[in-house]
């Protein structure tokens, strides 16, 4: 049995992980629009990533015997005015879920839950992962973003960008 609030912290990252989903379709919906469709791939295989991430949440509260709670999941509300900002956003995104997964882990610690944390290691590497990649896309962005020519090298290299399912033995 999973302690209460560890049991709440993990259900409630099910949502933030399915949110994160709807948040990147989004992105990915406004870079096809315009006409950037390398970025939106990217933003297309983070969709698929952060789905991912929460059925591993969701199956790891299961293999507990625990119920699953699933929260709502509101519409991200996301305007953008520039190529810059959903990127930053993205960024900013990032961060606040590693928080998350850290506050889980810090739960998990708290009450001695030593198979959560070990359930977590991954996500702390993963989520390590993301903010790096990001802050990559980020940096190449301010590089080479303000040139055109620059620009069409950047999404033609993000459309390379290959889905890898996660692979999390529970």
Not at 49 to 67: G, P, Q, R, T
Not at 70 to 82: M, V
């Amino acid at each position: 049995m999973l302690e209460n609030n560890l049991l709440k912290l993990l259900n409630d990252q099910v949502t933030k992980e399915f949110y994160s989903a709807y948040f990147y379709l989004d992105i990915h919906n406004y870079f096809i629009s315009k006409g950037l469709d390398g970025f939106g791939n990217w933003f297309y295989i983070q969709t698929q990533e952060e789905k991912d991430h929460a059925m591993l949440f969701l199956k790891y509260v299961e293999i507990n015997s625990e119920d699953i709670t699933l929260g709502n999941i509101p519409a991200p509300s996301l305007n953008f005015s520039d190529i810059s900002t959903p990127l930053e956003t993205t960024l900013k995104h990032e961060r606040g879920i590693t928080a998350s997964i850290n506050k889980i882990y810090e739960a998990a610690f708290s009450v001695k839950d030593f198979r959560t944390m070990q359930f977590l290691d991954w996500f702390v590497k993963e989520q390590g992962e993301e903010e790096k990649n990001t802050e990559d896309l980020v940096r190449k962005y301010e590089l080479f973003g303000s040139d055109s020519k620059g620009l069409y090298l950047l999404d033609s290299e993000l459309k390379t960008r290959v889905y890898t399912p996660a692979t999390l033995v529970l």
